[in-house]
């Protein structure tokens, strides 16, 4: 059984465009790997199904002039659907997008690259790639700092939110307590593998921590002769090239504006594969363990739950791939109570251990609600425990 989405793409005579758009959705499902499991539906029509679904308005002069266009703009929005204008520039919002949808920021498509980050959006508005969109950043400062400074600057205009321990970790805090909760929390390291790099203890820890457990992992290796950081060998790598690379006034490496958006644009990428790879992961871990413990059914349900029935009822599974946060369990238990499950919630997450202080607190917002939370690794023995 698939897991269904919609996207709808409103237009004035672009149907090419409408086409081009449904290519990509096609084609990002594949690279995910979802291709199988999940079904996205694009259309240029109204539909009455249920299904979630989200629109594109292909933004241009003749579209804005046209009545017919505001009135599908206006039935979505009554719908409450989440409408992305498209424009080819965002200096020219006015002339191509109507006043209904002028509250609504707008998306530059000019282009594959930009193509694919409009695609990346919509399946994070719909929950198939994470909204959440967290990176650590590992480099050596001696000669990192720089470029892991730049970077961490452009990432945050891309919505991303960057983790340098320079800026994040207060002064008397236990550093490495608080990079394992980072690490956790973020799910996805992005390593500047600068010429001393290698020669640092902390960058190999986090490199190995976020390798033995199953993180995003993508490195960016300067140009000449640089060596792997150790155990990271094998692992993919974007080659910085030669003209990337340039040296700032304080005599660091620094990037170009070619060099820091190509990179920009791979994280992307790289950050949305190995996001949907950690919840796969996490799914696959709770099914099989599901079934093996011998369950009448496991049903998938939109973001990455599922609807397990047991011998004492069904009961509502949620996944998140990085620290549990009240919300995930909030939307667990809401989702129980709109299928009416009759056993409370259950919300497996991928950190390895919580800290005291997070326990508490989410111990006491699930209240008298008898909500379960427990990490993947702890899922074989949940449902033999008779669960």
């Known amino acids: ?168 970790i207060r002064e008397g805090a236990d550093v490495q307590s608080e990079i394992a909760n980072a690490l956790e929390d973020h799910a996805f390291l992005l390593l500047l593998e600068t010429p001393l790099a290698h020669t640092s203890d902390w960058v190999y820890d986090e490199v190995d921590y976020a390798l033995s457990h199953t993180m995003g992992v993508l490195i960016a290796r300067w140009p000449g002769d640089v060596q792997d950081v150790p155990g990271s060998s094998g692992i993919p790598r974007l080659q910085i090239g030669e003209t990337e690379i340039v040296t700032d006034e304080h005599n660091f490496d620094v990037f170009t504006e070619a060099g820091l958006d190509r990179l920009v644009s791979r994280v992307e990428e790289a950050h949305a594969l190995g996001l949907v790879r950690r919840r796969r992961m996490l799914v696959k871990s709770i099914e099989e363990a599901a079934r093996a413990a011998g369950v009448a059914s496991c049903v998938s349900l939109q973001d990455w739950r599922l609807l397990v029935e047991t011998a004492e009822g069904r009961i509502v599974v949620g996944t998140t791939p990085r620290l549990p946060t009240a919300s995930d ?50 899922v074989g023995g949940w449902w033999t425990r008779g669960n």
């Open 1 to 168: 059984m698939t897991t269904t989405y919609g996207i709808r793409v409103i237009h004035k005579g672009r149907e090419g465009d409408a086409g081009t758009i449904s290519q990509a959705v096609a084609q990002e499902l594949l690279t995910l790997g979802l291709h199988r499991s999940l079904t996205v539906t694009v259309s240029e029509s109204r539909t009455s199904d249920t299904n979630p679904h989200v629109c594109v308005y292909l933004g241009d002069a003749t579209a804005k002039a046209d009545p017919d266009i505001a009135d599908e703009i206006a039935y979505e929005l009554n719908r409450g659907t989440t409408i992305f204008p498209l424009v080819d520039d965002l200096g020219h919002f006015s002339a191509q997008v109507p006043k209904i949808l002028a509250f609504a920021n707008a998306i530059a498509w000019n282009g594959q690259e930009s193509l694919g980050r409009v695609v990346r959006v919509l399946f994070e508005e719909l929950g198939i790639e994470d909204r959440q969109r967290k990176v650590f950043i590992s480099h050596r400062r001696d000669d990192g700092l720089g470029a892991a400074e730049q970077l961490h600057d452009r990432l945050t205009h891309f919505g991303f939110q960057p983790f340098i321990d320079r800026f994040a």
């Open 329 to 378: 369990l909030q939307e667990v238990d809401e989702v129980a109570a709109e299928i009416g499950a009759e056993l409370p919630g259950l919300l497996v997450h991928s950190a390895r251990l919580l800290s005291d202080r997070l326990s508490r607190h989410l111990q006491w917002v699930s209240g008298g609600r008898r909500m379960s939370m427990i990490p993947e690794n702890a």
